[in-house]
């Protein structure tokens, strides 16, 4: 029985982490659940899976929280609100697996905490790593932790590496990863006519049911830049390794181009139990509730390049990477709050790649080598982003 800790449970990829759980309460035990806000649908959770612990991080929300527990029939479930409380229990004994499904920089603490504690990490908080890359990594390194990825791409370069490949190594014999993107809702919209998109319509995507933020990132391809550099990290490869393919069915979720000519490729339907499931499962697979692939239903797998006049926010973040150091924090922080400020109609859609590279030409490269220095110029890419959108717009 092996004990998981699932941080984000009220979101998009801590709910279809627990569908899995309850797939296989044989083999996992719910040891703590965190949410920011949510505690609605909390409480279910808890009285499905009783788990020992429960963080709530709004200290009101967590108030209200501990008061419906009272009679409740769960009332022995610890609630914790307090800083360092999130890293607290993503680093308890009987936590062998950690799920890292927070939305954004609040992500990292609790997820390196993970890491240097030698957790078993299932890292769906890409920004935590785009942040933080190579300490992430030299974490991971030392504590001897097993990092495997969530996210539907990397979790499909991972089955594609060679047997027994661990994350931050380089495979070799691998020659590039072609990386695919969906293109999301607007791939195919008069660019002039992006300027107006509602949110609503940028969280509408295609072919994946996922979170606000993560969802405006698709929409402007943010995420696929986020993405290559996660590829970057995780996969110790170059920028000029990745080559982003738009793929719009969402059928192959990336693929390993080996240097005999080979090309991996791992398919399946678009649903996110089925990396969560090959993690959960890792070094042995389980079933995930996903139906199996029809491949007629598919009929036809297009795929295109991605066109860096629609998505600059691609761009920018190739910028970022080759900049290296600093820029991959300042570049994901700025997005933070520009899509924060579209989300709340504050600013444009097309505003946010303006808001982010303004950001970016305001700091020097210095290198990224301490937490203090990453979380300092996360900070502050956050006020000179909030001053950018205030110039602009009032
Ligand atoms: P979501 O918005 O649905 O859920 C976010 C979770 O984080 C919630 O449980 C929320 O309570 C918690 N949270 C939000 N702010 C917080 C804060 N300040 N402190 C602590 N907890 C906080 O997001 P999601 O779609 O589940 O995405 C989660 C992560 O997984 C993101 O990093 C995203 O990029 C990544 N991811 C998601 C998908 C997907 O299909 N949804 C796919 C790949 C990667
Ligand atoms: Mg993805």
């Not at 527990?69 to 609100?81: G, Q």
Request: negative net charge; hydrophobic residues 45%.
């Amino acid at each position: 029985m092996k004990g998981i800790c699932v941080l984000g449970a009220t979101g998009s990829i801590g709910v279809s982490t627990l569908d899995v759980v309850t797939r296989h309460s044989d083999l996992y035990k719910v040891v703590a659940l965190t949410a920011n806000k949510n505690i609605e649908l909390l409480y279910e959770q808890c009285l499905q899976h009783h788990p020992e612990y429960v963080v709530v991080v709004d200290s009101e929300k967590a108030l209200e929280f501990k008061e419906k527990l009272k009679n409740s029939s769960i009332s022995d479930i610890k609630v914790l609100s307090e800083s360092q409380s999130l890293e607290f229990v993503a680093t308890l004994d009987n936590v062998d697996s950690v799920m890292a499904a927070i939305v954004g920089a609040a992500g990292l603490l609790p997820s390196l905490a993970a890491a240097k504690a030698g957790k078993t990490i299932l890292l769906a908080n890409k920004e935590a790593l785009v942040m933080s890359g190579d300490i992430f990594m030299q974490a991971v390194a030392e504590s001897g932790a097993q990092l495997l990825p969530i996210d539907s791409e990397h979790n499909a370069i991972f089955q594609c590496m060679p047997a027994g490949y661990k994350s931050g190594i380089l495979a070799k014999q691998a020659r590039r990863i072609l990386l695919t993107a969906s293109g999301g809702p607007f791939r195919q919209m008069p660019i002039a006519e992006m300027a107006n998109v509602t949110p609503a319509q940028a969280v509408a995507h295609p072919n994946w049911d996922m979170g606000r933020k993560i969802s405006v990132d698709s929409a402007t391809m943010m995420n696929k830049g986020l993405e290559m550099i996660e590829a970057c990290i995780l996969f110790a490869m170059k920028p000029d390794q990745i080559q982003v393919v738009i793929h719009p069915q969402s059928i192959i979720h990336s693929m390993v181009d080996y240097i005999d000519g080979t090309v991996l490729a791992q398919m399946g339907n678009p649903d996110m139990r089925v990396p969560i499931a090959y993690s959960m499962a890792w070094p042995e697979r389980f079933e995930s509730g996903v139906e199996p692939l029809n491949i007629f239903d598919v009929r036809r797998m297009d795929f295109e390049e991605p066109n860096l006049e629609r998505f600059p926010c691609l761009r920018l973040a190739y910028k970022a990477i080759d900049l290296g150091g600093i820029m991959p924090t300042v570049l994901n922080a700025a997005n933070e709050i520009a899509v924060e400020a579209f989300l709340n109609e504050h600013i444009r859609f097309t505003d946010i790649p303006l808001i982010i590279e303004q950001c970016m030409e305001k700091f020097e490269i210095r290198p990224a080598s301490s937490l203090e220095i990453i979380l300092d110029i996360d900070n502050q890419a956050r006020v000179i982003s909030e001053q950018i959108i205030n110039k602009l717009f009032h």
